[in-house]
């Protein structure tokens, strides 16, 4: 959040003792005045330093299908037909292997499967996660995610067009994540998803045999709703961060699944 002063010093806490048990350090409110708000984060969490983000925008690499995670080898991180393959089924034959562990642990992870290059997982990376229940936000999940994970180009343009012009009846033409998170936390009683579930995405924006039948052989993956926001928060005087910033991770719940300081 950028606020004037410094409301860590107003409220005793000390920046060099920042992991402390103080609630206050998450209980710091936004001004009240014109002009101030909440930053959205939107595609690439690595382009932005404050805000909203679903995590379920993200392709989960506990739960994504074999065949799904060649499709986004071969796409994002440029393997050929047969690598992308090899690659897809050594990754899933890790994952079996740490299922006693609940699978890949992190993302960080994935650079331990034989065969995957820094370069190759840089590419990917930032559409991956290991937190949730498996599924992907289809009112929030990126155009470069869904084309990496095979959808037809042309069934990818209108559904995220269609999300954009139907959110701009909320937020002045943006794209706003923050205003999804809120209906989903229920928060924004008057605001509505894009897509209530499949029937309906098939519907608002006709939908072909040949591209249903792709959004079919995904059809495990799909949800319509999250779970998981993460947020980053950063505090600025005069334009300047004065302390490290907060990454946090939490369920509708409240409850934290990951912290850290960036």
């Known amino acids: 959040f950028i606020r004037d002063g410094d409301p860590w010093k107003e409220k005793g806490l000390d920046w060099s003792n920042f992991w402390t048990d103080h609630q206050e350090i998450f ?14 984060g939107y595609g690439d969490p690595a382009s932005w330093t404050y805000g909203l983000f679903d995590e379920q925008s993200k392709i989960n690499l506990n739960a994504v299908p074999e065949e799904a995670l060649a499709k986004i080898y071969q796409n994002a991180a440029g393997l050929d037909e047969d690598k992308a393959k090899d690659l897809a089924a050594k ?31 840089k590419s990917i990376n930032p559409s991956l996660t290991v937190f949730g229940n498996g599924k992907l936000n289809l009112n929030s999940a990126d155009q470069r995610t869904l084309l990496w994970l095979g ?49 309906d ?43 490290p910033g907060l990454e946090c991770l939490a369920d509708k719940k409240g409850r934290i699944l990951s912290l850290k300081e960036l």
């Not at 890949?104 to 065969?115: D, I, K, N």
């Open 91 to 121: 990754t899933v034959e890790w994952r079996k292997r740490q299922e006693i562990l609940t699978g890949f642990g992190s993302v960080e992870e994935l650079l331990l499967v034989p065969g995957m290059t820094p370069s190759a997982w």
């Open 151 to 199: 959808l037809p180009e042309s069934l990818v343009r209108r559904i995220v067009e269609y999300r954009k012009q139907h959110w701009a009846q909320y937020s002045r033409g943006h794209v706003p994540n923050s205003v999804l998170i809120a209906e989903e936390l229920g928060t924004c009683p008057r605001c509505e998803k894009p897509f209530k579930d499949l029937g």
């Open 201 to 243: 995405l098939i519907q608002k924006i006709s939908v072909s045999g040949e591209e249903q039948t792709a959004l079919s052989l995904l059809g495990a993956l799909w949800t319509f709703d999250s779970e998981l926001i993460r947020f980053r928060s950063v505090l600025k005087k005069n334009g300047v961060p004065v302390g």
């Open 27 to 40: 209980d710091i409110d936004l001004p009240d005045r014109p002009g101030t708000e909440l930053a959205v």
